[in-house]
């Protein structure tokens, strides 16, 4: 005999008694034939299915503009639009991170020999008051004794040091500041300071907005502070070029590295990546013996800046070419 499943037995007996009544159950949940008809949801997590009404409703997340650059070359071979623009970013990292970075250690570079004790030339016969008087707008001086002049001497008098010019020219020599150790650690310490904040902020509005125009505008904003520092003809000027040349590096350094390692595959963007702090590796053995040859700290600094001018050029001819 067949049993219908919407029926129970009114007794926990078995179905060997043959008086047993079945009564119908009331359908207040599933019966056994409806939950066979059921989907599975025994292995789908409560936490689960809230995110599952989500999803279909997510946007796609924003692409990188460097995406556009893969185009075929998706399986890691190397195209010639993904070259192109790897070696613009290798060649414009290589010159800040090398060349400008270390561009400060130059130009503050303190004479090999030096001596603090100060010198007045042309002074020979000149008997001063007071040795106080050196740093006095007006003073009063003899003349071999022969007589009392006084001298409205708006500048002070400049006194001159001994120092050797093995290294040449350099900053610290036209700023007068080679014997001021606070003023040969104040252009560091901004150095330093422009560095972190722009790691900091442009790094974090880079992976807001995107990664591409603030690495180009870093980029050649170095470019121009460091053409205008040496140009500055005052120390103050240098030290607030030396600010925000060290902010636009800070900022290329952060976006240059995750922005070639997103134009990659995993397998291959270790290469590129080695490739990339290799070239910058390259010019900093270079540049040593730039500054000795030259001796002097404006033309170094004038050949590490103008290269960055070609930037432009080959980021120019790349979007041409990839239109």
């Known amino acids: 005999m067949t049993v219908d499943p919407r029926y ?11 008086n047993g009544r079945y009564v119908r159950q009331h359908k207040n949940s599933f019966t056994e034939s409806e939950w066979e008809y059921e989907p599975i949801l025994t292995t789908i997590s409560p936490t689960i299915m809230p995110t599952a009404k989500i999803l279909p409703n997510v946007k796609p997340r924003k692409t990188w503009d460097s ?14 639009h993904q070259l192109r623009v ?13 060349w400008l970075t270390e561009m400060p250690s130059f130009a503050l ?9 100060p010198y007045y030339p042309n002074q020979s016969n000149i008997t001063y008051k007071s040795s106080t008087d050196l740093e006095k707008t007006t003073t009063t001086i003899f003349y071999n004794d022969t007589g009392r002049i006084l001298i409205d001497a708006r500048k002070s ?5 001994h ?4 290294y040449g020219r350099s900053a610290l020599i036209d700023f007068e500041s080679l014997c001021d150790k606070s003023r040969i650690k104040v252009p560091y310490i901004m150095f330093i300071i422009g560095l972190i904040l722009g790691g900091l902020i442009f790094g974090y509005i880079a992976d807001l907005s995107g990664r591409k125009m603030i690495l180009l505008g870093s980029t050649w904003t170095a470019c121009v502070i460091s053409i205008f520092q040496l140009l500055s003809d ?10 925000f040349l060290g902010l636009t590096i800070g900022a290329v350094h952060v976006i240059t590295v995750p922005y070639v390692m997103e134009m990659f595959p995993v397998q291959t963007r270790a290469i590129y990546g080695l490739s990339l702090i290799g ?7 270079v540049i040593p013996w730039l500054a000795l040859g030259l001796k002097n700290w404006k033309i170094l600094q004038a050949i590490v800046s103008v290269p960055l001018i070609l930037t432009a050029c080959l980021y120019w001819y790349v979007n041409k070419r990839m239109e």
């Open 109 to 117: 570079l303190p004479p090999k020999y030096l001596d603090c004790t």
């Open 163 to 166: 120092y050797s010019n093995e």
């Open 86 to 98: 790897y070696l613009f970013l290798a060649m414009s990292y290589a010159i800040v991170g090398a």
């Open 157 to 161: 008098i400049k006194p001159i040091y």
């Open 234 to 243: 005052d120390y103050i000027s240098y030290v607030f070029f030396m600010l």
């Open 279 to 285: 070239a910058m590796f390259l010019l900093d053995l």
């Open 67 to 80: 995406d556009k650059a893969l185009k075929s070359t998706h399986k890691g071979l190397f195209g010639k």
């Open 8 to 18: 129970r037995r009114n007794n926990p007996v078995s179905f060997s008694q043959r």
